[in-house]
């Protein structure tokens, strides 16, 4: 599985680059925070949401810590995604 260290998604972020990114935590989380311009989608909503996710190039997936992004990632490998990068430490890593 690709990874991703929060530290380089601020740095693209901080550049100006648009990057797509998805956050599968649940509602309760995401209020507390979410990266700039990523979309939520809670991993139980994957399935039913899949026309929402992008097909591009490189797709992170991001959660608390870093367990749940990976099991979104493995679906959508099954799905036929391609560029999934998972963040790692998840959310209790991202330092705003």
């Not at 509602?27 to 899949?50: F, N, T, Y």
Request: charged share 30%; glycine share 10%; net charge negative.
């Amino acid at each position: 599985m690709d990874t991703i260290l929060p530290s380089e998604i601020k740095e693209r972020l901080d550049r100006g680059e648009q990057l797509a990114i998805v956050d599968v935590r649940e509602d309760e989380e995401v209020a507390a925070g979410i990266i700039p311009g990523a979309k939520h989608i809670p991993l139980a909503q994957l399935p039913d949401r899949l026309s929402e996710i992008p097909q591009v190039e490189e797709l992170i997936l991001v959660c608390r810590s870093g367990n749940r992004s990976g099991r979104a990632i493995s679906f959508l490998e099954a799905q036929g995604y391609k560029g999934l990068k998972n963040m790692t430490g998840g959310m209790l890593e991202w330092e705003d």
